[in-house]
């Protein structure tokens, strides 16, 4: 290794020994104490062997982004590292609004971004992107070293913009060349129609900033039309606002908590229901599944955990999480997950998702294997769907009750 290289492995050293002792240093228990020394003994003893045994001298530049970049996907799929040539073109493509997006929703999974859910008629959805397809490359660029920020920008632009993707669709081994072409997304609208029995369905395809507003006048709409039961279709809801989801649950509870957001460094905000702003007392059952996340998690919990309906199908995703943008003085950046949602039960949702009362999965799949080859169903109100079968069973069950 050349001179330069190991002064640079040195600074390298500083850095992350400072990073790993101020941890040290700021430990609030025996065992976190000894956990840093551990962590300080080991990377000492690796970065050793990389100096004096590593077959050639090093890019070190490149090893120490990525492992910067291993860093932070090794937290949670929404955390990452932008070295300062990434940040200096997240910042020039953000300075602006995208006027056009391919309208789908990411994690990371397997070290790649990974779908979780498209928007009707969107681009991706066009493109049949579908949860739990991975995006192996977005234009020239792997996704192995890309947060979920990054890849959204690169997924969003000016109409008519091309994007290649490079794809492993879901039971596939081999990745596929895919197109799609940027449109601006049509401002989402809630689906509605009316069941047998008095049963109003309402379907949410995302909580993007307005939704609750328009899931108020909805359930306005299906009171005066005498429906005195709720089917709450969060089906493939990924993306939106967390506000949003808080807003929307209190529309169906007149109390009890609905979701709490807390993390090492922030002080708890709890989100607690206010009986002048419920609209809905009526039975309802909510549908869920794999493709259910973010605020449309708050709301599942909330109604679930406050006794107020039952969860239908499978369980959510586990995204419901605030992120923060931090500034490097280096001109790198971090995207660093700082709170999690917990359920009124205070159970963590991007760790354990929000498991439905009710499990239903297709009914031609037994397997486990199976069903993680295949796609989910596309939600709708027919009751030859499963999940719709299930709710319309649950809300038989339920005494009838005026809507308030």
Known sequence: MSSLAKKIVAVVSVFVFAYVAAGFVMSRSDDQKENAYKAMTVYTEVLDHIQSDYVDQPNVRQVTSGALHGLLDSLDPQSSYMSPLEYKDYEEKTSTVAKASAGVALTKRFGYISVISSLPDSPAAKANL???????KIGDFTTSQMGVDQAQVLLSGDPGTAVKLSVIFRGKTEPESVD???????????????????????????????MADQIRASLEQFKKAGAHKLILDLRNCALGIDKEGVDTAQLFLSSGTIATLKGQTVTPQVFSADPSKAVWTAPVAVLIG????????????????????????DRTYGTASEQKLIHLDDGSAIILTVADYYTPANKNIPAEGVVPIDVVRPAAVDDIAELNNIYPP??????????VKKALDVLQAAPAQKAA
Not at 130 to 136: A, T
Not at 187 to 204: H, M, N, Q, W
Not at 378 to 387: E, G, K, N, Q, R
């Open 130 to 136: 579908r949860l739990g397809d991975v995006i192996e």
């Open 180 to 210: 799609l072409t940027l449109e601006p997304l049509a401002p989402p609208k809630v689906v509605t129609a009316t069941l047998s029995g008095g049963v109003a369905y309402l379907r949410v395809p995302t909580f993007s900033n307005g």
């Open 290 to 313: 794999n493709g259910t996340a973010g605020a449309a998690e708050i709301v599942a919990a909330a109604i679930s955990d406050n006794h107020r309906g039952d969860t239908i199908g």
């Open 378 to 387: 596309a939600p709708t109100d027919s009751p030859t769907d499963p999940v």
